[in-house]
């Protein structure tokens, strides 16, 4: 009769410790997923990211969604270790071998943080490159210069998301070859832009050494007459009637000049 009751302690005790344990690890593993997403969420702040993403285009669009840039990490930390979590505790239950949970582990849960980590850094990244490109080529009044900034953001984009699929095991071979035509088409308008851009340069130094005008003069370019309000290296400004004409100055030595006497 013992031996018949302890038998079936034994089988009950069995049955709850089975249904417990991953039931435990699931809630600790929970727990640990909000306490890690926090504590990421305050190091990313103390990291200066805030700071770091204001004012890009990114940062706005999460801000219009309702969070921010450490919001959306923060949370990506928070999932990855619930997934984790979730998956420890399906193998301890015996519905996921512990080769498959390894697996999951290591070909795919982490694959995506990765991959989706990077997109983040590259939408940001571009976003940064574009607005510092801009600040050190504002004064250049170039049609072409001004192509440079989004140029030089969405090839930080692209690299960063043949990284992020490469990452993911997916076939990244027809992008490398809109990648290498999209290079040479950088090279070819790189050398246009770049021709115009030390074209104005070597104009802005003849004009501002020998200076042939000076600001104050009244001169005409192109069918343009105004007096002369700045001269830099790369382009003349001239002031007519309330109208401000931005001559690049290649331009100016190219059609010639007429000063007023």
Known sequence: MMTAIQRILHQFWTEISSSLVPLMVFVTGVFTAIILGRLSKRLFMAAGIP??????????TVNRLGTSTTGILSWMVT??????AVGLTLSIGGLLGTSYYAELLRGYLLRVFVAALVIIVGLILGDKVQVEIQNWL??????????????????????ATLVALEELRIETLPLMIVLGGYILLLIVFGAIAFKDLLAAAAAGMYLIFLQPYTI????????????????????TYIESEGEEFILPNHIVMRDGIMRDR
Do not use: C
Request: charged share 25%.
């Open 51 to 60: 700071d770091s993403v204001e004012g890009t285009t990114f940062e706005r």
């Open 79 to 84: 999932l990855f270790v619930l997934a984790l």
């Open 138 to 159: 504002q004064d250049i009044k170039l049609t072409e210069v001004a192509l440079i900034p989004p140029a030089a953001k969405y090839s930080i984009l692209f690299v």
């Open 216 to 235: 104050g003069d009244t001169i005409t370019v192109d069918e343009k007459r105004g007096i002369v309000q700045e001269v830099d290296l790369f382009t």
